[in-house]
């Protein structure tokens, strides 16, 4: 079972969350509840504050990483309601993935998951803005359609009216997107939504990265820290156009791994509709897994 978590105490930005039995969610106002249900079995270990996600799942056992981590501002400042796209392709070549709403900035987000090493995880990209308020519910219709629905009650959105419902349909046409990421021991694996001009995307230097992470903490959010500039050293294209493997030096476990594609065309000559996407990679695959 997937959440959608808003930027808050031991939350240092917006976030996809998946519940486990037994999981100890991030946030140790929880632990307040052993004392009431002794059935829960003994509380777990408290974790450091200040510190980093990373170091504490090596102490709290029971600690779930977010699955999907969104970037505060580039990618929403306080999600809300989601959905699946199981309309069969009747919204677009995004079958299967999230769609989720912002709230504050009005805006629709894409977001795929994959387990890896028996730990969820994966990338948010973004996908439609210019809402006209605040969305806290998206709803996919027996047709096809996206209901997206909203207000600005509590609190300043960016969208200018009280309250809106809003429909988005598919026109039919197919946008150069990434449409999805997925990680592999030595880097990754992009899917694109139309075949890439193979020149072009065999050049490493086209994969811009920088990866980061947050400070996990009992203060409210955090800001962006530890950031790293991975290399990417090859970039193999598929036979159909479709996937590049991109062999990757300097991959950080427990950091989001920011992807930027400006140079990156179609074989038709179009350039990427969003140049950007964002993978929270919690575990590299092992070479083992890679090849089943």
Same mark, same amino acid.
């Given at each position: 079972?997937?959440?959608?978590?808003?930027?808050? !105490?031991?939350?240092?930005?917006?976030?996809?969350?998946?519940?486990? !039995?037994?999981?100890?969610?991030?946030? /140790?106002?929880?632990?307040?509840? +052993?004392? =009431?249900?002794?059935?829960? @079995?003994?509380? !777990?270990?408290?974790?450091? #504050? /200040?510190?980093?996600?990373?170091?504490?799942?090596?102490?709290?056992?029971? =600690?779930?990483?977010?699955?999907?981590?969104?970037?505060? %501002?580039?990618?929403?400042?306080?999600?809300?309601?989601?959905?699946?796209?199981?309309? @069969?392709?009747?919204?677009?070549?995004?079958?299967?993935?999230?769609?989720?709403?912002?709230?504050?900035?009005?805006?629709?987000?894409?977001? #795929?998951?994959?387990?890896?090493?028996?730990?969820?995880? @994966?990338?948010?990209?973004?996908?439609?803005?210019?809402?006209?308020?605040?969305?806290?519910?998206?709803?996919?219709?027996?047709?096809?359609?996206? %209901?997206?629905?909203?207000?600005? &009650? *509590?609190?300043?959105?960016?969208?200018?009216?009280?309250?809106?419902?809003? &429909?988005?349909?598919?026109? @039919?046409?197919?946008?150069?997107?990434?449409?999805? %990421?997925?990680?592999?021991?030595?880097?990754?694996?992009?899917?694109?939504?139309?075949?890439?001009?193979?020149?072009?995307?065999?050049?490493?230097?086209?994969?811009?990265?920088?990866?980061?992470?947050?400070?996990?903490?009992?203060?409210?959010?955090?800001?962006?820290?530890?950031?790293?500039? !991975?290399?990417?050293?090859?970039? #193999?294209?598929?036979?159909?156009?479709?996937?590049?493997?991109?062999?990757?030096?300097? =991959?950080?476990?427990?950091?989001? $791994?920011?992807? +930027?594609?400006?140079?990156?065309?179609?074989?038709? *000559?179009?350039?990427?509709? $969003?140049?950007?996407? +964002?993978?929270?990679?919690?575990?590299?695959?092992?070479?083992?897994?890679?090849?089943?």
């Amino acid at each position: 079972m997937f959440y959608a978590e808003s930027q808050g !105490p031991w939350n240092g930005s917006c976030s996809l969350k998946v519940l486990e !039995p037994g999981g100890f969610m991030g946030h /140790p106002i929880s632990y307040n509840w +052993y004392e =009431l249900a002794p059935g829960m @079995g003994p509380t !777990p270990v408290e974790p450091n #504050t /200040p510190s980093r996600l990373e170091i504490e799942r090596k102490r709290v056992k029971e =600690l779930v990483p977010y699955a999907v981590v969104f970037p505060y %501002i580039r990618m929403g400042r306080s999600i809300s309601g989601f959905m699946v796209d199981e309309t @069969g392709g009747k919204f677009g070549p995004f079958e299967n993935q999230i769609f989720i709403g912002d709230f504050s900035l009005g805006v629709i987000m894409r977001a #795929t998951t994959e387990k890896v090493n028996g730990v969820w995880q @994966g990338a948010c990209y973004p996908f439609r803005e210019g809402f006209d308020t605040g969305l806290l519910a998206v709803q996919f219709t027996p047709n096809g359609s996206l %209901i997206a629905g909203g207000t600005n &009650r *509590g609190w300043p959105v960016r969208g200018p009216k009280a309250y809106s419902v809003q &429909r988005l349909d598919w026109t @039919g046409l197919v946008p150069f997107e990434i449409k999805e %990421i997925k990680a592999r021991p030595d880097g990754f694996e992009l899917t694109f939504t139309k075949p890439v001009d193979r020149a072009i995307a065999a050049r490493p230097e086209v994969y811009q990265l920088k990866t980061f992470t947050h400070i996990y903490h009992a203060g409210y959010g955090s800001p962006e820290v530890d950031q790293t500039t !991975p290399l990417a050293t090859a970039a #193999t294209v598929s036979d159909d156009g479709l996937k590049v493997e991109l062999q990757v030096a300097g =991959l950080m476990q427990g950091h989001v $791994h920011d992807f +930027y594609l400006p140079d990156l065309q179609s074989a038709e *000559g179009e350039k990427l509709l $969003h140049t950007s996407a +964002y993978y929270t990679l919690n575990e590299i695959p092992q070479p083992e897994a890679a090849k089943e």
